[in-house]
């Protein structure tokens, strides 16, 4: 361990500044967003949501790391510490299965990549889970690490280390079961380009064992986290209500897929993808190609099976597009950050494999040159869209927050001598107004004025956000019961919108804030 860390504190250095530098100014910015308002509303009772939707590992995790009662400012630097630890933890498994590749440079454009990637913003914009999600990666390295011992040394006790960590890190969040087949993988693929590498020929055979006892061990921990959840915790609807399948065609299902794999490989038409991941993808299999066809190597038989898992590799963070029948959300495409890392960590691995065996330096070189330049202009600017997203996130919060403090003011006064406090209901919405220089996600953007504005029944849900948010900066009211909706809805009508005179106003026992005509 002491070595490793001496070997690596240069590559760990470089992976905890890349982290501070792209998430720093989120993180540790106490900026409120949806969920968070409602765990620090509730506290305790959040967890029952949780719970019901099979992420008792995360429900767990809390306590356990002393944040059930939530501290932004704690959860934040966490978030960066551990955020950090995964990527390292990640790149050092890449290592050490592919093999001795002067690990230096293949490092900095594999952090680059995976940190800097704009998906990762709208995960950290849920203050409330971050830190914990970040030590779910860690330990999602470890049960790789596990699993591979096991099948390479047929010790059981690696194997039970890996279900039983699988088992939390599945229960955390669901999203982890495709970010450790593609863990799976990547190593299988590093572990057959090494034996190549070497000259060994590896029969097809043992590769097919492989990939059995991998599969075996990942279906054992999976249906017994789901057995868990559904014996102890119950089930949810939340998960089938975002499948397609069924809901809509399979035209319709099959042209999401395809569009979503588009834009992730272009970087066509959205701001959470890049070109770069489709330029490395390409560079890295004409480097495959070029290192498995140079003659009189002894492990040119074993290309096909290299090939196989490269492009497996590629598909993996596409595995929950196939299940929903469409895109995902952003926030849980963990794998796509850790493929862009991969790529690039890759791209230089196979240049400085052929470092010695290239007649011409300036080909090796220009090749090293060239993925690096990629590598660092991919991570460039998905870095200024992440910074872009956290900039917008924190207008959007200034801008909730004069609202929110502007409506308590207009309540409180409207509310004035009233000897019992009235619940209050609002009606319409507020769409967030950034400047040019703010840029909308699919969460990052939205303001809590806005939110579940089209869930049913009409401004129920919304209202209910909006009163949680209200929450944070020191008003706590309640909410109108479901059944005076009707009425509040039929009052709101010959009312004026926010911010006109009579926009709040305190009528037939509960208060009506009218934000919009809708």
Same mark, same amino acid.
């Given at each position: 361990?002491?070595e490793?860390l001496k070997?690596?504190?240069?590559c760990l250095?470089v992976?905890?500044?890349?982290?501070?530098?792209?998430?720093g100014a989120k993180l540790?910015?106490g900026i409120?967003?949806?969920?968070?308002?409602?765990?620090?509303?509730?506290?305790?009772?959040?967890?029952?949501?949780?719970?019901?939707t099979?992420?008792q590992?995360?429900?767990?995790?809390k306590?356990v790391?002393g944040?059930?009662?939530?501290n932004p400012?704690?959860?934040?630097s966490m978030t960066l510490l /551990?955020?950090?630890?995964?990527?390292?933890a990640?790149?050092?498994l890449?290592?050490?299965t592919?093999?001795?590749?002067?690990?230096g440079?293949?490092?900095? %454009?594999?952090?680059?990549l995976?940190i800097s990637h704009?998906a990762?913003?709208?995960?950290?914009?849920?203050?409330?889970?971050?830190?914990e999600?970040c030590?779910a990666?860690?330990?999602t390295?470890?049960?790789l690490?596990?699993?591979?011992?096991?099948?390479?040394?047929?010790?059981?006790?690696?194997a039970?280390?890996?279900? %039983?960590?699988?088992?939390?890190?599945f229960?955390?969040y669901q999203?982890?079961v495709?970010m450790y087949?593609f863990?799976?993988?990547?190593?299988l693929?590093?572990?057959a380009?090494?034996?190549?590498s070497?000259?060994?020929?590896?029969?097809?055979g043992?590769?097919?064992?492989?990939?059995a006892?991998?599969?075996?061990?990942?279906l054992? +921990?999976?249906?017994?986290n789901?057995?868990?959840t559904?014996l102890f915790f119950?089930?949810?609807?939340?998960?089938?209500?975002?499948?397609f399948?069924g809901?809509a065609?399979?035209?319709? %299902?099959l042209?999401?897929?395809?569009g979503?794999?588009v834009?992730a490989f #272009?970087?066509?038409?959205s701001v959470?993808?890049?070109?770069?991941?489709?330029? /490395?993808?390409?560079?890295?299999l004409?480097?495959?190609?070029w290192?498995?066809?140079e003659p009189?190597r002894k492990g040119r038989?074993?290309?096909?099976?290299?090939?196989?898992f490269y492009g497996?590799?590629?598909t993996?963070?596409?595995l929950?597009?196939?299940v /929903?029948?469409?895109t995902p959300?952003?926030?849980s495409?963990l794998?796509?950050? +850790?493929?862009?890392?991969?790529?690039?960590?890759?791209?230089?691995?196979?240049?400085?494999l052929q470092?010695?065996r290239v007649?011409?330096?300036g080909?090796?070189r220009?090749?090293?040159?060239c993925?690096?330049?990629?590598?660092?202009? %991919?991570?460039a600017e998905?870095?200024?869209?992440?910074?872009?997203?956290y900039y917008?996130?924190r207008c959007?919060?200034?801008?909730?927050?004069?609202?929110?403090?502007?409506?308590?003011s207009q309540?409180?006064a409207? #509310?004035?001598g009233?000897?019992a406090e009235?619940?209050?209901?609002?009606?319409?919405?507020?769409?967030?107004?950034?400047?040019?220089?703010c840029?909308?996600?699919e969460i990052?953007?939205?303001?809590?004025?806005?939110h579940?504005?089209?869930?049913?029944?009409?401004?129920y849900?919304s209202t209910?956000r909006i009163?949680g948010?209200?929450?944070?900066?020191?008003?706590?009211y309640i909410?109108?019961p479901?059944?005076?909706?009707g009425?509040a809805l039929?009052r709101s009508?010959?009312m004026?919108s926010?911010?006109a005179?009579?926009?709040?106003?305190?009528v037939d026992g509960?208060v009506?804030?009218k934000l919009?005509?809708e």
């Amino acid at each position: 361990m002491k070595e490793n860390l001496k070997k690596y504190r240069s590559c760990l250095f470089v992976t905890g500044l890349l982290a501070f530098l792209v998430h720093g100014a989120k993180l540790n910015a106490g900026i409120i967003g949806i969920d968070t308002e409602d765990l620090l509303h509730l506290q305790d009772n959040f967890y029952g949501g949780w719970l019901h939707t099979g992420r008792q590992g995360l429900v767990f995790l809390k306590y356990v790391l002393g944040n059930a009662h939530f501290n932004p400012y704690f959860a934040g630097s966490m978030t960066l510490l /551990l955020f950090g630890a995964a990527v390292a933890a990640f790149l050092r498994l890449w290592d050490r299965t592919g093999g001795k590749a002067e690990e230096g440079l293949a490092w900095g %454009c594999g952090s680059l990549l995976w940190i800097s990637h704009p998906a990762m913003a709208e995960q950290f914009y849920f203050s409330l889970q971050s830190m914990e999600i970040c030590l779910a990666m860690v330990l999602t390295a470890a049960a790789l690490y596990l699993s591979f011992q096991w099948v390479d040394r047929h010790a059981w006790r690696y194997a039970l280390g890996s279900v %039983c960590i699988l088992l939390l890190v599945f229960s955390v969040y669901q999203s982890f079961v495709v970010m450790y087949i593609f863990g799976i993988v990547a190593m299988l693929l590093l572990q057959a380009l090494r034996e190549a590498s070497e000259g060994a020929e590896v029969k097809t055979g043992a590769y097919v064992r492989r990939v059995a006892l991998h599969c075996g061990l990942f279906l054992a +921990a999976f249906l017994l986290n789901t057995l868990i959840t559904r014996l102890f915790f119950g089930s949810s609807s939340y998960l089938e209500n975002q499948i397609f399948w069924g809901h809509a065609s399979v035209k319709d %299902c099959l042209h999401g897929i395809a569009g979503h794999v588009v834009k992730a490989f #272009t970087g066509y038409d959205s701001v959470f993808y890049h070109w770069g991941l489709g330029l /490395l993808a390409a560079a890295d299999l004409g480097l495959l190609l070029w290192f498995l066809k140079e003659p009189g190597r002894k492990g040119r038989k074993n290309g096909g099976v290299v090939l196989f898992f490269y492009g497996a590799l590629l598909t993996t963070p596409f595995l929950m597009s196939v299940v /929903l029948g469409g895109t995902p959300a952003m926030r849980s495409q963990l794998a796509l950050p +850790a493929l862009t890392g991969f790529l690039g960590w890759l791209g230089i691995k196979l240049v400085l494999l052929q470092k010695g065996r290239v007649r011409r330096e300036g080909i090796f070189r220009a090749a090293l040159l060239c993925i690096g330049a990629v590598s660092l202009v %991919c991570g460039a600017e998905q870095a200024k869209v992440t910074w872009k997203l956290y900039y917008t996130d924190r207008c959007r919060y200034e801008q909730d927050a004069a609202l929110g403090r502007a409506v308590i003011s207009q309540i409180e006064a409207e #509310t004035a001598g009233e000897e019992a406090e009235l619940p209050v209901f609002f009606v319409g919405s507020r769409e967030f107004t950034g400047n040019h220089a703010c840029v909308k996600g699919e969460i990052i953007g939205i303001s809590f004025f806005e939110h579940d504005r089209r869930v049913e029944p009409e401004f129920y849900w919304s209202t209910r956000r909006i009163l949680g948010f209200l929450h944070t900066l020191g008003a706590d009211y309640i909410q109108i019961p479901e059944e005076w909706m009707g009425d509040a809805l039929a009052r709101s009508a010959e009312m004026p919108s926010w911010p006109a005179e009579g926009s709040v106003r305190a009528v037939d026992g509960m208060v009506i804030v009218k934000l919009s005509a809708e």
